[in-house]
């Protein structure tokens, strides 16, 4: 029957479930879909937050979900749509599904402690626990008695220890755990990931490019389940090896990583992003077949302006205008903040609290004076609600969008800067003393 108490849940079902000799399964007909509220009765539950009132891991995590991006989001215990119906089935059956799922064997020695073996007969956990349970989203509790100081969850796709119950999360298509929510960690095995490379929401949040870009590390969106380690840099160019030591180069950080069979290779890479870039930007200045920006009176910016009384302006849903030039018998768009012309149809959007103007591969932040009429690329721009960060090199503050800084070092996920004030897009220092800024806790 229809319940918003957990505690009634569990009630219902456990009367079902209790055991009883010569019984070996329960049928539940659950008809108003409880369980996708309450989740099995076979899910794993911290018990002691719920008696202790406090904000669940799974409300955290769902919170983050919303925060980083709800539609490439996936939490392993939501569960939404129509599903058919479920056989949970006994303990033991079910370990070893879960075991089998994941590739690997609990086994034991002589003295009945127990250990696991992956699906190649290696030892990944040496005999010397008294239990192991395994949770069907792949993580394992180890018992053993000594167990003063000693994390006694363990990951078994990245091994990494914890020592609360840790919880699986889907993050813009790459699988992470996490025990406390702040510290996130991929679900990837591999010798570039250790307890010193976690994330955090925020620096998911200011992701741009083709990939996951944090602490030197980098996984592809199309690669979710492989880690490189970042080498060098040169320009815009970055220099990347993988597990094997093979080189990868990446042009951009908004293009994909190409095979490379040295080091030297970066150099070139660099090279000739530096020239396509400059080709794309005489490129657009060519575009403009008779004037860069519409003529209007900065009073009254929709009035008709010199040559341009017989010209047919609609302003469309976004505010863009869309202009049917008599003078020179051709149409386009303008921008009505910067005035500027353009030939493609312009897309509005947010990146934090910038407003910007994407058309084809070049993009205008809008409210900020400094960058109105400089082109840049999407994967150029970084901002969260109060500041921003252009092509990796400089800082603007939300409250003074006037003053530049030069970036000297800065955290992923925007919590602390060491910059130097500077003169708008320039290699000119105003003072040479690093200021330090700082928001909000983050990654430390």
Excluded at 39 to 47: A, E, M, T
Excluded at 143 to 161: A, H, M, S
Excluded at 302 to 327: N, P, S
Aim: proline letters at 3%.
């Amino acid at each position: 029957r229809p319940t918003l108490s957990l505690a009634k849940y569990m009630q219902m079902v456990g009367r079902g479930l209790r055991l009883a000799e010569g019984k070996e399964y329960c049928v539940i007909l659950d008809n108003v879909g409880l369980y996708k509220r309450f989740g099995l009765p076979s899910v794993d539950r911290d018990w002691q937050s719920m008696f202790e009132g406090r904000t669940s891991l799974e409300d955290i995590l769902q919170e983050a979900c919303l925060q980083v991006n709800s539609h490439n989001c996936r939490m392993d215990l939501m569960m939404d749509g129509d599903e058919e119906m479920m056989k949970i089935i006994n303990h033991e059956h079910q370990q070893q599904m879960i075991m089998d799922t994941y590739g690997y064997q609990i086994v034991e020695d002589a003295k009945g402690l127990k250990g696991i073996k992956n699906k190649d007969g290696t030892m990944i956990l040496e005999c010397q626990y008294k239990k192991i349970e395994v949770t069907n989203d792949g993580f394992a509790y180890c018992y053993i008695r000594k167990k003063v100081g000693r994390k006694e969850w363990i990951d078994l796709r990245n091994r990494l220890w914890f020592a609360n119950k840790p919880q699986s999360v889907k993050l813009m298509g790459i699988n992470f755990c996490t025990e406390d929510g702040k510290k996130l960690y991929p679900r990837i095995q591999s010798k570039y990931i250790d307890e010193k490379t976690y994330l955090t929401v925020k620096t998911l949040e200011l992701q741009v490019g083709t990939g996951l870009s944090w602490k030197h590390r980098f996984i592809p969106w199309d690669e979710p389940n492989k880690v490189y380690l970042y080498k060098e840099g040169e320009g815009n160019s970055r220099l990347y090896i993988d597990e094997n030591e093979q080189y990868y180069v990446q042009k951009n950080i908004g293009s994909q990583l190409e095979k490379v069979d040295s080091r030297e290779a970066l150099a070139e890479f660099a090279q000739r992003d530096k020239e396509e870039r400059k080709e794309s930007l005489e490129k657009l200045k060519n575009s403009y077949k008779h004037y860069e920006y519409y003529p209007v009176d900065d009073l009254y910016p929709i009035k008709k302006y010199l040559g341009t009384a017989k010209d047919k302006i609609t302003i469309e849903k976004d505010g863009i205008w869309h202009v049917e030039d008599a003078q020179v018998n051709e149409s386009y768009w303008v921008d009505p903040v910067t005035y500027r012309k353009h030939y493609t149809r312009p897309v509005l959007f947010k990146r934090g609290y910038l407003n910007i103007l994407r058309e084809d591969d070049w993009c205008y932040v809008r409210n900020i004076p400094g960058l109105r009429n400089r082109p840049l690329r999407q994967w150029e721009i970084v901002a969260d609600d109060n500041l921003c960060v252009i092509k990796n090199t400089y800082l603007i503050e939300k409250s003074e969008p006037d003053q530049w800084y030069k970036i000297c070092r800065r955290t992923d996920d925007f919590t602390y800067f060491s910059v130097l004030a500077c003169y708008y897009e320039s290699e000119l220092i105003k003072d040479d003393t690093e200021i330090q800024i700082t928001q909000f806790d983050g990654e430390g």
